[in-house]
């Protein structure tokens, strides 16, 4: 069974610093995605990554793929309050559409 | 996309009781998920609801406790048996489109036992 571990578990910081979120798996990729969840609402699809070493951006988020698709970063810059969020990837078991999550980090930005 | 509405949104039940959840989905998917999400924790997976058969259950769930209805291509309900506070979580109502790409959910369903 492929497991997903994140790092850090949580996390709190200042608004306006700069922060990175691990995720390893135990086995290759099928196709890697990243999700955010507020609290009271199911997650919500940030980016999806297939391709070793790729890496994609979305505004103040910086996502990279390892070359050997078993791990990935996601790095927030100049984070806000609004990034606030538990912070999962995932993982979909090829050709079943069943999703493994991670582990999760838990992310506070603090005004 | 899709748009997944679920019912109640939260509710709080007295121990050996049982709760059904609704799930409703803007649009026909073949395949509808259930998860649970235990307080500060990830998302397990608990079975895949297909439309005209038996749900297929994970590892460390069963029919018993967690009887799943899908009467049609849209709609489907979770039912949480014989409540324990331990079945304190909050239960998610999942579907995937684009080739399994993205996973889209309900805003969940948060039950506490007492």
């Known amino acids: 069974t492929q497991l997903l571990e994140q790092s850090p578990q949580f996390l709190s910081i200042q608004e306006g610093e700069n922060l990175t979120v691990y995720c390893n798996s135990s086995?290759?990729?099928?196709?890697l995605q990243w999700y955010r969840q507020e609290p009271g609402e199911g997650p919500v699809l940030l980016v999806t990554v297939v391709t070793g070493g790729e890496v994609k951006k979305l505004k103040r988020l910086t996502f990279q793929f390892g070359d050997a698709r078993k791990d990935s970063s996601l790095h927030i810059t100049a984070a806000q309050p609004g990034d606030t969020g538990l912070y999962l990837c995932?993982?979909?078991?090829?050709?079943?559409?069943?999703?493994?999550f991670g582990t999760g980090t838990r992310l506070k930005v603090l005004a | 996309s899709a748009v997944i509405s679920q019912k109640p949104s939260r509710d709080i039940c007295q121990r050996g009781t049982s709760l059904t959840i609704q799930c409703q989905v803007d649009?026909?998917?073949?395949?509808m998920f259930w998860y649970r999400q235990q307080p500060g924790q990830s998302l397990t997976l608990i079975a895949t609801a297909n439309q005209g058969s038996e749900a297929t259950y994970e590892s460390g769930f069963v029919i018993d406790k967690f009887p799943i209805s899908r009467p049609n291509l849209t709609f489907s309900t979770l039912t949480v048996s014989n409540m324990s506070p331990e079945d304190s979580s909050i239960y998610l109502c999942?579907?995937?489109?684009?080739?399994?790409?993205?996973?889209?959910f309900g805003q969940g369903t948060r039950l506490t036992v007492v």
């Open positions: 999942s579907v995937a489109t684009g080739g399994g790409t993205e996973a889209f």
């Open positions: 995932a993982d979909a078991a090829s050709g079943t559409y069943k999703y493994i």
């Open positions: 086995s290759v990729f099928s196709s």
């Open positions: 649009s026909q998917v073949t395949m």
